[in-house]
């Protein structure tokens, strides 16, 4: 069975709307990207050098990063070679086989699955530079945990601007959870001490902990994370079970220098990569699982509330791939 079968068979088993999120989502780096690949692919009839060497050119132009593209295109080779591949067009499904288990390779299949408990609380800190999409993220997420049935709490600790807690407690209402919050310019390790409180009164099952993110002021950033962690730590063994460092995949390898910062500074337990909808450049969650060795567990794929889809490498490469995909599956039936 072709391999985009396989991947269509594997995702029917889940919900259509999921892969149709992604598919939506990826919609400007499918046009981008994939259409590139297309029309390299109908240039080319034989794969030689020089299809590799454009194929390198469209992959680094789509964000991948420069070593993935490396060892991407290298193991491509070897496949076409073991295979005995002369027909470009068959190369499509090579690529997107050699995406997956490149993503994939390591890692368990389970690893974008949050770490929540089931008996006692589960404290989860948002991290990330201002702008990236964290309160948002947040909002969602809540909205998502509370439809499987959790009590969700938020602490607002960003507290450098009004506007930021005030922006926390409008998600509070839209989703119907509880915010806790101090008023502007307080301590942020104040704020989550009587969030923790709060969540350990009321029975809650999760905390979501919102926090500040001038990294123009970057010592300052990491001393002040530290601070809300060590309360975290301290109130609640084994927490935070999750810390989430946002990247915004509109600002390219940019994120990618975001994240070695906060990772110097801070155990980052996985990443949240918003605003996939919004760049042409997807390519970079590759770049992200490659170079930072932290797993991609939730992506932004627009501004609704159910627009938070946990990622797993093939149903990324389904939004990719989609119309190929859903071309060879038509064929069959
Ligand atoms: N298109 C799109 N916009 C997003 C996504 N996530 C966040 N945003 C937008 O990004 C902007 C900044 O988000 P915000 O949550 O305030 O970022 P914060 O400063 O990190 O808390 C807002 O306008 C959000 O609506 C996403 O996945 N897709
Ligand atoms: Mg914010």
């Known amino acids: 069975m072709s391999f985009f079968k396989k991947l269509k068979e594997k995702l029917s088993s889940q919900t259509e709307s999921v892969s149709e999120k992604f598919r939506e989502g990826l919609t400007k780096t499918r046009d981008n990207f ?9 240039r080319y009839r034989k794969v030689d050098e020089e299809f590799f060497e454009e194929l390198e050119e469209i ?13 991407l295109v290298e193991e491509l080779k070897k ?37 929540i408990q089931e008996d006692g609380l589960t404290v989860i800190l948002f991290v990330g530079v201002n702008g990236v999409g964290k309160t948002t993220t947040i909002g969602k997420l809540a909205h998502k945990l509370k439809r499987e049935g959790k009590k969700v709490l938020l602490a607002a600790g960003d507290t450098f601007r009004a506007g930021a807690i005030e922006q926390l407690e409008v998600w509070g209402e839209r989703v119907g959870v509880d915010v806790i919050k101090q008023g502007e310019g307080s301590d942020p390790a104040a704020v989550m001490y009587d969030a923790i ?82 760049t042409a450049k997807g390519g970079i969650v590759l770049a992200i699982r490659k170079e930072l060795h932290i797993p991609v567990k939730y992506v932004g794929l627009g501004e609704k509330m159910d627009d938070l889809q946990e990622f797993n490498a093939e149903r990324y490469v389904y939004g990719l791939f989609a119309d190929l995909v859903e071309a060879e599956a038509a064929e069959e039936s």
Do not use: W
Not at 34 to 42: A, F
Not at 59 to 71: N, S, Y
Not at 211 to 240: D, F, H
């Open 34 to 42: 994939t259409s590139k690949v297309n029309d390299l692919v109908s």
């Open 197 to 278: 409180q709060s969540a350990k009164s009321r029975k809650a099952d999760i905390l979501i902990c919102d926090t500040a993110g001038r990294l123009q002021n970057k010592v300052n950033l990491m001393k002040e994370l530290e601070k809300v962690k060590r309360v975290i730590e301290r109130e609640v063994p084994g927490a935070p079970q999750e810390v989430l460092l946002v990247l915004d995949a509109t600002t390219g390898q940019n994120a990618l220098i975001q994240a070695k910062t906060f990772k110097e500074a801070t155990d980052v337990s996985g990443i949240v990569l918003t605003k996939l909808d919004g």
């Open 79 to 115: 496949e076409v070679k073991r295979r005995n591949i002369q027909d470009t067009k068959e190369v499509q499904a090579v690529i997107s086989e050699k995406l997956v288990e490149m993503y994939e390779n390591g890692t368990n299949d389970g690893s974008f699955h949050l770490n």
């Open 59 to 71: 992959l680094i132009q789509a964000d991948v990063g420069f070593e993935t593209v490396m060892e």
